[in-house]
C-alpha cells in the first residue's frame, strides 16, 4: 500500500469506528486492525493516537467552514455590499445543522463523527476549537459591516449565542425530542436552522439595558 493510500486507509477506519464508539473506547490496535495496516505506521504518519484524532478533526471542520464560507460569500454578493444579518446567520448554522442532522447526511461516519466531537470534548479537539477562530473572525466581521450601529461587544455576543444554540441543537436533540413530547420536529432540518437564525438575529438587533432593566428590540434598518 502507497503512503497516501496508507494515511487515507488510517484516517477512514479512525472515522469509521469514532462514529460508533465514543473516543476514549476506541484503541490504536482497534484502528489499526480496521485499516489493514501495523502500528508502526500510525506512528509514522500521525505520531500518536491524539494527533491521528486531532488531524481527523480539523480536516472535517475545514471541509465544514468551506461550506459556510461559500455560503457567507454567497450571501455577500446577493447582498450588494450590505448582508442582511439573518443571511450570515443562516451561513453560520445551516451547513453543521445540514450535516448532523439532515436526513442525508447523519447516517454517514463524517456526520456521526462530528456530532461525537461535538459532545466529547477530548483534549486533542478542545485545543483546536480553542486555537482555531479565524473563521468566526470572518463572520464577526460580516456581522459589523450588517450592523454597523450595534456595540462591537453586541456582535461577539451574538455571535457566541448563535454558536450555543447550533451546538446544543445537535448535541441534545434527542433530550429536546423526549421534553417537548415530539412537538419540536427535529427532521425538518430546515425549520431548525431558520429558528436559530430567528432567535439569534432577535439577540443582535435587541437593544441593550442596564441590569435589571428589559431590553428592547431596535427597529432600526
Same mark, same amino acid.
Given at each position: 500500500m502507497s503512503t497516501d493510500l496508507t494515511r487515507s486507509a488510517i484516517l477512514t477506519a479512525a472515522e469509521q469506528l469514532y462514529a460508533e464508539r465514543s473516543f476514549g473506547e476506541v484503541s490504536l490496535r482497534d484502528i489499526v486492525a480496521a485499516a489493514g495496516v501495523n502500528l508502526a505506521a500510525v506512528n509514522y504518519h500521525f505520531g500518536s493516537k491524539d494527533e491521528l484524532l486531532a488531524e481527523l478533526f480539523l480536516s472535517r471542520a475545514t !471541509? =465544514?467552514?468551506? #461550506?459556510?464560507f461559500a455560503e457567507l460569500k454567497a450571501a455577500e &454578493? &446577493? *447582498? *450588494? *455590499?450590505?448582508?442582511e444579518p439573518r443571511a450570515i446567520l443562516r451561513a453560520l448554522a445551516g451547513p453543521p445543522i445540514r450535516w448532523c442532522l439532515g436526513a442525508d447526511r447523519q447516517r454517514s &461516519? $463524517? &456526520?456521526?463523527?462530528?456530532?461525537? $466531537?461535538?459532545v466529547e470534548t477530548v483534549p486533542p479537539i478542545r485545543k483546536i476549537v480553542e486555537r482555531d477562530i479565524s473563521h468566526l473572525r470572518r463572520f464577526a466581521d460580516a456581522l459589523r459591516r450588517a450592523l454597523p450601529e450595534r456595540d462591537e461587544v453586541d456582535i461577539y455576543w451574538g455571535l457566541h449565542f448563535a454558536l450555543a444554540m447550533i451546538r446544543q441543537t445537535i448535541t441534545d436533540s434527542n433530550r429536546l425530542r423526549k421534553l417537548s413530547g415530539d412537538l419540536c420536529d427535529l427532521d425538518d432540518v430546515? $425549520? /431548525? /436552522? #431558520?429558528?436559530? +437564525?430567528? +432567535? $439569534?438575529g432577535f439577540a =443582535?438587533? !435587541?437593544q441593550h439595558a442596564p441590569t435589571g432593566q428589559p431590553a428592547t428590540v431596535s427597529t432600526r434598518r
Open positions: !471541509a =465544514l467552514n468551506r #461550506e459556510r &454578493a &446577493a *447582498g *450588494g *455590499g450590505r448582508t &461516519a $463524517a &456526520a456521526r463523527f462530528m456530532t461525537r $466531537a461535538s430546515d $425549520a /431548525i /436552522i #431558520e429558528r436559530i +437564525v430567528s +432567535v $439569534a =443582535l438587533s !435587541a
